[in-house]
């Protein structure tokens, strides 16, 4: 007689490829939303143009990259494997941190969180799309078309 085991071995499969096949696909969409979410931090400190040092200096670190020393918010640190980092500064722009809050002598012209708060929704909208499409493929044991397009 077969001993049944109630559908536990295809769980078990389908959670396996849960977690190889889910963070890649989203770590995707989230390359693209901090690509697109750098270029217009970028636009925004035009304004505070006057080297263009500062515009330059604001990037993006990949999974299982270091952020540049000196960099805003946090310094150096490594990305974790899931987690892409967007920064302002580095060792020759120390001052990202002044031009976004201001100082007393000095109006702040933000540029960091005024663009974060601009395209969060879309960019978050777009991670939460790739991780749902991502979970139902491996779910069901498919592999459908990953490329990650702008909205």
């Given amino acids: 007689m077969a001993k049944q085991d109630n559908g536990m071995k295809s769980f078990n499969a389908a959670i396996d490829r849960l ?6 696909k989203v770590v995707k969409a989230l390359i693209a939303s901090a690509n697109e979410l750098a270029a217009t931090q970028r636009r925004f400190a035009e304004t505070s143009r006057d080297t263009g040092a500062l515009i330059d200096s604001i990037t993006v670190t990949l999974p299982g990259e270091t952020t540049p020393p000196y960099s805003q918010p946090g310094g150096s640190r490594m990305a974790g494997e899931n987690e892409v ?3 302002a500064g580095n060792s020759d722009v120390r001052y990202a941190h002044l031009v976004e809050y201001g100082t007393k002598s000095a ?3 933000p540029f960091f969180w005024p663009a974060l708060r601009l395209t969060r929704k879309r960019l ?3 991670i939460d799309r790739a991780g749902r ?3 139902k493929d491996a779910w069901k044991g498919t592999q459908t078309g990953t490329d990650i397009k702008n909205d």
């Avoid at 977690?19 to 890649?24: A, E, G, S, T």
């Fill in 107 to 109: 109006e702040a012209q």
């Fill in 133 to 135: 499409a991502a979970t």
């Fill in 124 to 126: 978050q909208g777009r």
């Fill in 85 to 87: 980092i967007i920064t």
């Fill in 19 to 24: 977690k190889k096949d889910v963070p890649p």
